[in-house]
């Protein structure tokens, strides 16, 4: 096996399109992290699960703070702390007439065991290539813009050089197996600054003309394990 890096962030995102959260260490399981994207609020008029409510339609959304308490047990409870300081738990109404109100959209709540992902359950992408998105676009480097579940730090330094491992599998850690499946095609969310929520057209335009509108890639688990912060991510033969 070749070692390509090391973890430098893990981190979560309880609730879709809203802040996310680090980790120490965690289990990488057949559905990805445990709470990642779980929850989701949905537009009621739709007739299935889908169209999510996201930041695309609500920025603000960026700045509501979910925590997670009891996760991988039956008691797990996740709260969300608004904007304006406000703590509720996720499935109450007040959370979610808080967003209807700012949205103009009627919602429902689904909780979904398996996630409610875009694409794939991980989402990995390297320091460099954020780091040298920022460069470009002379924005703050800030690897949130990207919502990824691990943040590697690679050996050599090559900004992109995840992309070439599609196709491929990687180990994370000790037993932690990912097969990368595809690059991250990115849309208007990473325009959002996840400080702010506000909108900086340059980020996607630079993406999408200089780097054929990738950055980062997308994972299957393979084989579950227990990663941490520091781990050593290696290419298999």
Wanted: glycine share 6%.
């Amino acid at each position: 096996m070749q070692t390509v890096g090391v973890i430098r962030q893990l981190a979560r995102y309880p609730v879709k399109s809203m802040r996310g959260e680090t980790l120490p260490a965690t289990t990488l399981t057949l559905q990805g992290l445990p709470e990642d994207r779980r929850y989701a609020f949905v537009q009621r008029a739709s007739r299935s699960s889908f169209p999510w409510l996201t930041a695309r339609e609500l920025p603000e959304m960026l700045l509501y703070a979910p925590s997670v308490e009891g996760s991988g047990t039956p008691e797990v409870a996740v709260t969300v702390t608004t904007p304006g300081a406000d703590q509720w738990l996720v499935d109450s109404d007040e959370l979610r007439r808080a967003l209807e109100s700012h949205s103009g959209r009627e919602l429902f709540l689904l909780r979904d065991y398996r996630g409610s992902y875009d694409v794939a359950p991980v989402s990995l992408i390297s320091r460099q290539t954020v780091s040298r998105i920022a460069e470009e676009t002379g924005t703050q480097e800030d690897p949130w813009r990207f919502r990824p579940n691990l943040l590697l730090d690679l050996e050599g330094g090559e900004a992109f050089a995840e992309l070439e491992w599609v196709g491929r599998v990687v180990r994370v850690g000790e037993t932690a197996r990912l097969a990368i499946t595809e690059t991250d095609q990115r849309c208007m969310m990473i325009t959002l600054d996840p400080a702010s929520a506000q909108a900086n057209p340059v980020v996607l335009r630079c993406v999408v003309q200089q780097h054929r509108q990738c950055a980062g890639v997308y994972a299957t688990v393979l084989t579950v394990g227990d990663v941490r912060l520091g781990d050593r991510v290696a290419l298999e033969n």
